[in-house]
């Protein structure tokens, strides 16, 4: 067998990881409830589709579960409402945020290591709970208002970085490859990319990445959670707007059929969009959720709607400024539930 032969041949079977992203819907019924997600996760996001707010970003750092409210710039919290296992989790019982009766949610689990290393690399001592087969890293630190580097153990070069303060009212910030270093986005708002340095304009490496002493991420103590794409699993990427409604607008190659879909123009306002297939969004009239605020669930009344998954990728059907502005720049998060 020759050497290109076996090399392409390799490429084509690298497995995808198991175990890695799930996303299901239930019903809140006030009692004791279980999702499963077929693993065990260590962060979850919830989201309410039939009432306003209820946005929770739960991770367990080290073992112990913590909260952030994603629309928000509170700090962390500590009541757990449900009890993780090894196929997904339970709820305790009636939770006004995620489980009072006739409320309808969607929540979003990824796997990756429970506890932590401690990772020196940096010019702040961090600690890492890595997964570098699937491709993300949730790392915490003790800010020190100062330029610094912060090694993150993800395998790999960043593409992704959300980050928050845990201990200072601040907003959550986005590093995204796209944008680029230069640049910065709030989840927890519809802006367009800011031009600060809080990441110190300094594009992130395969060991580490960089913030400044802003309060916004490097005061008190902070946590960020680092992506990088993995075939078959995930894309984070990035098209130009055409500001076009049609259904051959072009695909978005993915590499595979995601079942989430992230989008945010950074060029101008607008909100993170989020489009899944646990939702209905498996083609036309799927359902729009935003990340970024707290609003409800909203389904689309047009014929072609916003987002259509296709099977290595995904259309945006939509000439909706937040989704396509013509010459905007979009960025986007893709995954596919993995087995």
């Not at 993300?136 to 395998?155: E, F």
């Not at 980050?163 to 519809?190: C, D, E, F, I, P």
């Not at 707007?241 to 049609?246: K, L, P, Y």
């Not at 607008?270 to 389904?299: F, M, V």
């Amino acid at each position: 067998m020759s050497v290109n032969k076996k090399i392409i041949e390799t490429e084509a079977t690298v497995p995808v990881p198991e175990d890695a992203f799930n996303v299901q819907t239930y019903t809140g019924t006030g009692n004791s409830l279980s999702v499963t997600f077929g693993f065990e996760p260590d962060l979850i996001y919830f989201a309410a589709r039939n009432a306003t707010g209820r946005r929770y970003w739960y991770y367990k750092l080290n073992g112990t579960w913590k909260y952030l409210v994603t629309t928000s710039l509170q700090t962390e919290e500590t009541g757990l409402p449900f009890t993780s296992n090894s196929t997904g989790f339970t709820i305790n019982g009636y939770s006004f945020g995620i489980n009072y009766s006739g409320l309808t949610m969607v929540c979003y689990g990824w796997k990756f290591a429970s506890t932590s290393t401690s990772n020196t690399s940096g010019t702040i001592t961090s600690n890492v709970q890595a997964d570098t087969d699937k491709g993300i890293s949730q790392v915490y630190w003790t800010g020190n208002s100062s330029n610094a580097s912060i090694g993150h153990g993800l395998g790999g070069v960043p593409e992704l970085i959300i980050a928050k303060s845990r201990t200072v009212s601040q907003n959550w910030a986005v590093y995204n490859q796209t944008a680029g270093s230069n640049y910065w986005l709030q989840l927890n708002g519809s802006t367009a990319k800011l031009d600060e340095a809080i990441w110190q304009d300094t594009t992130p490496t395969s060991t580490l990445f960089y913030v400044n002493g802003n309060v916004v991420i490097n005061s008190g103590n902070s946590v960020a959670w680092l992506f990088r794409s993995i075939p078959g699993l995930s894309k984070i990427g990035s098209f130009t707007g055409n500001g076009t409604g049609s259904a051959s607008n072009p695909i978005q190659n993915c590499g595979f059929r995601p079942d989430m879909v992230l989008v945010k123009n950074i060029d101008a306002t607008g909100p993170w969009h989020c489009i899944d297939t646990a939702r209905g969004g498996t083609g036309q009239n799927n359902k729009q959720l935003n990340w970024s605020d707290t609003g409800t669930e909203y389904s689309g009344l047009d014929s072609t709607d916003y987002i259509k998954f296709e099977d290595n990728g995904f259309r945006v059907t939509t000439s909706a400024a937040s989704y396509n502005g013509s010459g905007n720049t979009i960025i986007y998060l893709a995954y596919k539930i993995s087995s």
